[in-house]
């Protein structure tokens, strides 16, 4: 039997990864055909230090260095923040195109799909709630970061303003997901906190 030259497990990974951001991203917004998702609006320089397939699967989709415009010309470069300061501040702005895994973001034509995102402002928990829960993956996923950057995230999830249950509803999300369990609305996953439920099931009772 010929060896296979695609890495079905990272593939996996990959259509679970985007999925799943698809899912969250609904849940917030009405605006999203199927598949379509927005990137993270910040990922901090230490993730890059990991050689792990699995985490530079999820650098290429949620952090994206370049989107097509409207006509399918590629822009020069993302605007990003590039420290957590930088992004907590408020000093600057910036917009979120739509993206589809394995392909780069797009800016759409239509302003209302690309998510104009400031500190503070309309729905913006709602992107700092993603970040903490990819960068708890990333912890899970390589025990060389735990060790360096735990206290890095949870010192940004206070910023945020998390409590400690919502750090266990998020570390509780992970764990089901890395399990190979789909979180959905109708998921059995359990979570104690109203902003978990709300983030993860969609659930606002």
Not at 28 to 38: N, V
Not at 144 to 149: E, G, Q, T, V
Not at 199 to 204: K, M, R, S, V
Request: with cysteine.
């Amino acid at each position: 039997m010929d060896t296979l030259k695609e890495n079905t497990t990272l593939d996996n990974f990959r259509v679970r990864l985007g999925t799943l951001q698809h899912t969250l991203d609904s849940f917030f917004t009405s605006r999203l055909d199927t598949f379509e998702f927005y990137y993270n609006i910040f990922t901090p320089s230490w993730i890059h230090e990991s050689n792990i397939e699995f985490i530079k699967v999820m650098v290429n989709e949620l952090d994206p260095d370049k989107y097509t415009l409207s006509m399918g010309l590629v822009s020069e470069k993302i605007e990003k923040y590039n420290t957590l300061l930088e992004l907590v501040s408020g000093s600057s702005n910036k917009y979120i195109y739509i993206k589809e895994i394995n392909k780069l973001p797009r800016k759409s034509s239509t302003s209302s799909r690309n998510y104009f995102f400031y500190y503070g402002g309309e729905g913006y928990r709602h992107h700092l709630y993603k970040l903490i829960f990819w960068w708890l993956v990333v912890l899970a996923l390589d025990n060389d970061l735990y060790n360096k950057y735990l206290d890095y995230v949870v010192d940004a999830a206070d910023i945020f303003g998390f409590t400690e249950d919502m750090i266990s509803d998020w570390c509780e999300a992970v764990i089901y997901w890395l399990n190979g369990n789909d979180i959905s609305k109708n998921c059995n996953l359990e979570l104690k906190t109203k902003e978990g439920k709300r983030f993860f099931l969609n659930d606002y009772n």
